[in-house]
């Protein structure tokens, strides 16, 4: 510390200037103390180094709670965001390295059926028309089995144009690479999502790969930029129960959270649905995928960045941006400088998917009904050794709940998560249904151990009359030996709104 007022002057506006300068820089930037909360801090990521609390005015550490506090009003700012050791911020590590970008679509009146702006198929026409390539592996639709993904050979423009569109479910494209391989095909574009761009990358790179000393097939990976991708054996039954006839469909698109279904091109959705909607139904490989823009392609190519009918396009090897800049200037595409891509989207996205793992609960604890008719239904209010409380650190919460109403099996599904941070041992959970001062059907149950983070889903079952579910008050308490109670709330049912 300097003991000169007018060196203390400039040191303090020397920092006020820098904060300033990397606030400017952030500008624009979703990144904000909200989001640090969720993907560090609840996630059960944060390392507690306090380097957020020190670089902001608003931010202090609060010992007790072991995480930052807020003291003032949040600007969103994304400081905190951007120092904190355990968040993914530079853009080479959240979509790889790449030597240009565009926003491109197609130039083909042909291309019809293309997902966003028909870039890849446009590219495959290119590359059919001007003999660099001698087959391309791609996804079309099974004619037998409506949506289901089958890859394919193929060595003509037209069936590149057959292939247009997007199908979110794993396609078997390495399989079909194997069989053009073992077929002769020795140049040829491989269109997949990451995960199939990383398969393809691997067998040609990595020391034991199959494919790398094979030097005579060259492949050309065009990748698509993949969020999820969903289960067909789980989703289209949902989509048929719903009333939608697959038959029927003739795009599905995912934009801005939410999957659209349609009957027709260019009108409205038959159906939408929330991706959280839809959750349950993806594929659960995909809760481990950390690469949206398939960082091991010559080519990406997705939707987010640009807009309407158009594709945000990385080149990411030379031969990838010289077929690009060639294809546009043989009129296959038209494309706009990197400069056009909304790249803040690409990287809101990219980061999303990279952190989304911490998210998820590795455990899951399903709780029947306590089958134990002689255990007493109370939890621990007082604990049962006076001096064997313990008095909780700090002012975490302990626990999180929420509560959903499965309606068809009149049950009240409640969550639980473990939400501060160390192990809860002996758990104990009751619920009961209050009735101005009564209670009806207590239920309770002990959980042996709760890791931090951990979520418990319990059903508990409704009572029903002859008009359905009677929606009653439910108690929820929850008590541990060594800190007491340490939750308690009353949730007041209402029937559900109609949608
Ligand atoms: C599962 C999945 C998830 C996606 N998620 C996103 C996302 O979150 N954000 C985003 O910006 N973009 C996403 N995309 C990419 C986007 O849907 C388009 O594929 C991309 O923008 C290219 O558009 P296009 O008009 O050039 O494609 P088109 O010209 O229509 O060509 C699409 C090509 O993709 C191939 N294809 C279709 N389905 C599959 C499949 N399951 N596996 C392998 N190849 C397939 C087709 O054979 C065709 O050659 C996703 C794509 C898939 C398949
Ligand atoms: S003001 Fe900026 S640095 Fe401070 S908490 Fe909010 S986003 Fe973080
Ligand atoms: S900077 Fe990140 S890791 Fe460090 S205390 Fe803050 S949230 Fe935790
Ligand atoms: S999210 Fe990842 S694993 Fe899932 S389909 Fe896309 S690239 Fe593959």
Redesign the pocket.
């Known amino acids: 510390m300097t003991e000169n007022p007018a060196e203390a002057k400039s040191e303090s506006s020397q920092y006020d200037y820098s904060f300033d300068y990397i606030q400017k820089k952030l500008e624009g930037k979703k990144d904000?103390?909200g989001m640090l909360m969720k993907e560090i801090i609840r996630a059960g990521i944060c390392t507690e180094c306090g380097t957020?609390a020190a670089?902001?005015p608003?931010?202090e550490w609060d010992h007790l709670a072991g995480q930052p506090k807020?003291i003032g009003k949040?600007?969103?700012?994304?400081?905190?965001?951007n120092q904190c050791p355990r968040t993914i911020t530079d853009p080479i590590q959240l979509m790889g390295e790449f030597k240009t970008g565009y926003v491109s679509n197609t130039n083909i009146p042909e291309v019809i059926g293309a997902q966003d702006g028909g870039t890849v198929t446009s590219l495959l026409s290119y590359l059919f028309d001007e003999h660099l390539i001698d087959a391309a592996i791609v996804s079309m639709k099974d004619p037998k089995n409506p949506w289901h993904p089958v890859a394919q050979i193929i060595t003509n423009k037209d069936d590149a144009i057959k292939a247009a569109g997007s199908i979110y479910s794993h396609s078997q494209t390495v399989e079909a690479l194997m069989d053009a391989i073992r077929e002769g095909y020795r140049s040829i574009a491989f269109v997949g999502t990451p995960c199939n761009i990383d398969a393809v990358d691997k067998m040609t790179s990595s020391p034991a790969g199959m494919l790398k000393y094979f030097m005579r097939a060259h492949i050309l990976k065009i990748g698509l930029f993949c969020m999820d991708s969903f289960s067909p054996e789980a989703i289209y039954p949902f989509f048929e129960q719903d009333g939608i006839d697959l038959t029927k469909v003739v795009k599905m698109d995912i934009n801005k959270g939410k999957f659209h279904i349609y009957y027709d091109y260019d009108g409205e959705p038959v159906k939408s649905y929330t991706i959280k909607e839809l959750d349950k139904f993806k594929s659960s490989s995909c809760n481990f995928c950390t690469d949206l823009t398939a960082e091991n392609a010559d080519i990406s190519i997705g939707s987010v960045g640009s807009g309407p009918k158009k594709n945000t396009a990385f080149a990411r090897t030379g031969i990838g941006a010289e077929i690009i800049e060639d294809a546009a200037k043989k009129g296959y595409i038209k494309i706009e400088p990197y400069n056009a891509i909304n790249l803040n989207a690409v990287l809101f996205l990219a980061k999303l998917k990279k952190v989304s793992q911490y998210n998820i609960q590795k455990r899951k604890v399903f709780i029947v009904q306590d089958s134990k008719e002689h255990e007493e239904p109370k939890v621990e209010t007082k604990p049962e050794a006076e001096e064997g409380i313990v008095k909780p650190l700090g002012s975490r919460k302990f626990l999180s709940v929420s509560k959903s109403i499965k309606e068809e099996d009149a049950v009240l599904n409640i969550s639980l998560t473990n939400s501060v941070g160390y192990l809860l041992e002996d758990l104990k959970i009751r619920i009961v249904i209050v009735e101005e001062l009564f209670e009806k059907k207590p239920w309770i149950t002990t959980i042996r151990e709760l890791f931090p983070y951990e979520t418990i889903e319990i059903g508990y079952p409704l009572e029903t009359g002859t008009d359905g579910i009677v929606y009653s008050n439910v108690l929820v308490e929850a008590s541990t030996k060594k800190y007491g109670k340490i939750f308690s709330r009353t949730f007041k049912l209402a029937p559900q709104e109609e949608k």
């Open positions: 904000s103390f957020c670089v902001c608003v931010l807020l949040c600007t969103g700012c994304g400081i905190c965001y």
